[in-house]
């Protein structure tokens, strides 16, 4: 057996989606504080005003459709926020935009996990699909080569989760710095986008920690079969 259906999987995997649950959990809810406290600008006005005074002219800020969708695009060098962080002043937007723009200076920097993220995302996406697909034709056919091949596919997927943890840690970092330095969030607002910001940063610990556990329990399958 392998995946759902497999009493191990949930012994080995189940404690990463047990924390991916409670991390999405914390993150509706932090949200929901943050959102019902009032700030000064919106947050695609906070947006372009990091950005300009970063020397950003060339990032646009846009709209797009979705529930907290809000990521950078470096390809287009694009900050894409959903509606409720695009046009909404409240504490949580302006946290949301900010960190997005984390993401365009370390874009701009060349900061190094960056790059090294950006460079894995086809690796990952290509790995997590691939990958699953020849390790069940691998179990189902009893062929060594096919389960090994799709275990080292996802060990891409695993990698990139794993460089994306400092990505997102530093980008919330600077998002928390630069709203300081702006001056637009008092002693409370500043505590509530913290919430926000670690909220979400666990969600991609949780994503990184089912990565790793799953890698794992693949290993164990293949070691099952030898």
């Known amino acids: 057996m392998i995946g759902l259906f497999d009493p191990l999987f949930w012994v080995v995997v189940g404690p990463g989606i047990l924390l991916g649950i409670i991390a999405q959990v914390w993150v509706q809810s932090a949200y929901r504080r943050a ?9 695609a006005e906070v947006a372009r005003v990091i950005l300009d005074a ?50 365009a200076l370390q874009h701009a920097e060349g900061y190094a996990p960056l790059v090294v993220r950006n460079a894995a995302v086809g690796i990952a996406n290509f790995g997590s699909g691939a ?8 179990i189902i056919f009893s062929i060594p080569a096919l389960l090994w091949a799709g275990i080292i ?10 460089v994306n943890l400092p990505v997102e ?3 919330s970092a600077r998002a928390k ?23 979400a940063a666990l969600t991609y610990v949780a994503a990184t920690l089912q990565a790793v556990l799953t ?4 290993l164990m399958l293949a070691q099952r079969r030898d």
Do not use: C
Not at 131 to 138: F, H, M, Y
Not at 183 to 188: K, L, W, Y
Not at 215 to 218: D, E, H, N, P, R
């Open 169 to 171: 840690f530093n980008a």
């Open 153 to 162: 596919l996802f060990s891409g997927t695993v990698f990139f989760q794993v």
């Open 35 to 43: 959102r019902q406290v009032p700030a000064p600008m919106s947050g």
């Open 131 to 138: 990958g699953l697909w020849l390790l069940i034709l691998g």
């Open 177 to 199: 710095a630069i709203l300081a330095r702006l001056g637009v969030v008092d002693q409370r607002s500043a505590s509530l986008v913290n919430s926000v910001l670690t909220a």
């Open 54 to 103: 970063s020397g950003l002219h060339n990032v646009k800020v846009e709209r797009v459709s979705g529930f907290l969708e809000d990521h950078y695009d470096p390809r287009a060098q694009v900050i894409r926020l959903s509606p409720e962080v695009y046009g909404t002043r409240s504490v949580a937007a302006m946290g949301i935009a900010a960190h997005e723009v984390g993401h």
């Open 215 to 218: 890698l794992i329990y693949y």
